[in-house]
């Protein structure tokens, strides 16, 4: 409570700045810190109290905040923008969007900035490590070995080859292009799905999921979740994938259905997973734990030490653009 006093003091600091509002978990607070040559006041730089909290607290507020930076998973919907009728600009430090409704911003003028292609080669080197990971079983291998007591036989079980493999990239955006070019190094065979045809992709294009997984022998998801993409692997395109598929996801865990993601890794009718993402995060199926032929990751595939410094500077050159009456520097719409 001291913390959010503090923080109440200082908003009530009057200044003439427009005012910008961190809506998130405290470990995030790192992501917009003030400082002086700011050309906006950030009302909650630490203690971030949540929205309706400190807007209960401080109702004058709800006038005053132009800005909002939100972080995955922290909900902006037609209810949290009701409550924010001076609001004009949204900037996630995220690459994915599906915690903001784009629409409902649309129709009332706010502006929405994400990440950009800040995050693209992590994640997709994180796609590939996890592709690489479930079909030569490092990880199981790791375990396998840690679990030894000396001079046991190495009776460990094969992996699968992964250089010439089919690969079936769903989304081909920033992130699907970065896993092409890292797996054409690989002399894999690359195909995709997205909404559209790109006219300047060269690779084969499927227009569903499903004839996609029919002729590949890995799926990797790194397309949006939105309506038309929840559970777009569902268990008739894992059955397609077949026995010795493999699915690796660095999109949203929704993009999947889960339960039969499981019940097909169990049952064996795919060959394994590579998961940085889940339906339900922070919640992770316990099932899960005792599959050697998957490979889980929390969440982290756009975090590295770099990513972290970099999507500050984005925040704040979004935030400083947006207040200097210029187009936000990665705008999603
Ligand atoms: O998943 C993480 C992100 O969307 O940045």
Same mark, same amino acid.
Not at 29 to 51: A, K, V
Not at 242 to 266: F, M, P, Q, T
């Given at each position: 409570?001291?913390?959010? !006093?503090?923080?109440?003091?200082?908003?009530?600091?009057?200044? /003439?700045?427009?005012?910008?509002?961190?809506?998130?978990?405290?470990?995030?607070?790192?992501?917009l810190q003030p400082n002086p040559s700011h050309?906006?006041?950030?009302?909650?730089?630490?203690?971030?109290?949540?929205?309706?909290?400190f807007l209960s607290l401080n109702p004058h507020?709800?006038?005053?905040?132009?800005?909002?930076?939100?972080?995955?998973?922290?909900?902006? !919907?037609?209810?949290? #923008?009701?409550?924010?009728?001076?609001?004009?600009?949204?900037?996630?430090?995220?690459?994915? %969007?599906?915690?903001? +409704?784009?629409?409902?911003?649309?129709? @009332?003028?706010?502006?929405?900035?994400?990440?950009?292609?800040?995050?693209?080669? +992590?994640?997709?080197?994180?796609?590939?490590?996890?592709?690489? =990971? &479930?079909?030569?079983?490092?990880?199981?291998?790791?375990?396998?070995? @840690?679990?030894?007591?000396?001079?046991?036989?190495? /009776?460990?079980?094969?992996?699968?080859?992964?250089?010439?493999?089919?690969?079936?990239?769903?989304?081909?955006? @920033?992130?699907?292009?970065?896993?092409?070019?890292?797996?054409?190094?690989?002399?894999?065979?690359?195909?995709?799905?997205?909404?559209?045809?790109?006219?300047? &992709?060269?690779?084969?294009?499927?227009?569903?999921? #499903?004839?996609?997984?029919?002729? %590949?022998?890995? #799926?990797?998801?790194?397309?949006?979740? !939105?309506?038309? %993409? @929840?559970?777009i692997v569902n268990k008739e395109v894992m059955?397609?994938?077949?026995?010795?598929?493999?699915? &690796? !996801?660095?999109?949203?865990?929704?993009?999947?259905?889960?339960?039969?993601?499981?019940?097909? #890794?169990?049952? +064996?009718?795919?060959?394994?997973?590579?998961?940085?993402?889940?339906?339900?995060?922070?919640?992770?199926?316990? =099932?899960?734990?005792?599959? =050697? /032929?998957?490979?889980?990751?929390?969440?982290?595939?756009? &975090?590295?030490?770099?990513?972290?410094?970099?999507?500050?500077?984005?925040?704040?050159?979004?935030?400083?653009?947006?207040?200097?009456?210029?187009?936000?520097? %990665?705008?999603?719409?």
């Amino acid at each position: 409570m001291a913390d959010l !006093n503090e923080s109440i003091e200082e908003s009530q600091e009057n200044n /003439n700045l427009p005012k910008v509002f961190l809506h998130g978990p405290p470990e995030f607070s790192f992501i917009l810190q003030p400082n002086p040559s700011h050309n906006f006041h950030i009302l909650n730089p630490s203690s971030l109290p949540p929205l309706h909290q400190f807007l209960s607290l401080n109702p004058h507020h709800a006038s005053s905040i132009a800005a909002i930076v939100c972080t995955g998973g922290y909900t902006v !919907n037609a209810d949290v #923008l009701q409550l924010l009728p001076a609001l004009r600009l949204v900037c996630t430090p995220s690459a994915g %969007t599906d915690h903001i +409704d784009l629409s409902e911003c649309r129709r @009332r003028g706010i502006q929405v900035a994400g990440a950009g292609n800040l995050f693209s080669e +992590d994640v997709a080197d994180m796609a590939v490590a996890l592709l690489i =990971d &479930v079909s030569r079983k490092i990880s199981a291998a790791d375990r396998f070995l @840690r679990r030894q007591v000396q001079n046991v036989s190495w /009776n460990f079980p094969l992996g699968s080859k992964l250089t010439g493999k089919k690969i079936g990239i769903v989304g081909m955006g @920033r992130i699907g292009s970065e896993v092409a070019k890292r797996l054409e190094a690989f002399s894999c065979m690359i195909s995709y799905n997205s909404r559209n045809k790109k006219p300047l &992709v060269s690779y084969p294009y499927y227009s569903t999921v #499903l004839e996609l997984a029919t002729d %590949t022998n890995v #799926l990797i998801l790194c397309c949006d979740l !939105n309506d038309q %993409t @929840r559970h777009i692997v569902n268990k008739e395109v894992m059955l397609a994938l077949g026995k010795g598929g493999i699915i &690796v !996801n660095v999109g949203r865990g929704a993009l999947i259905d889960e339960k039969e993601l499981l019940k097909c #890794l169990i049952e +064996d009718e795919i060959g394994g997973a590579g998961l940085d993402v889940f339906e339900n995060e922070p919640h992770v199926p316990k =099932d899960f734990f005792s599959l =050697d /032929n998957v490979v889980l990751s929390p969440h982290a595939a756009v &975090v590295t030490s770099e990513s972290l410094m970099g999507i500050r500077q984005i925040v704040e050159q979004n935030l400083t653009a947006f207040f200097s009456n210029k187009a936000p520097i %990665t705008p999603v719409i």
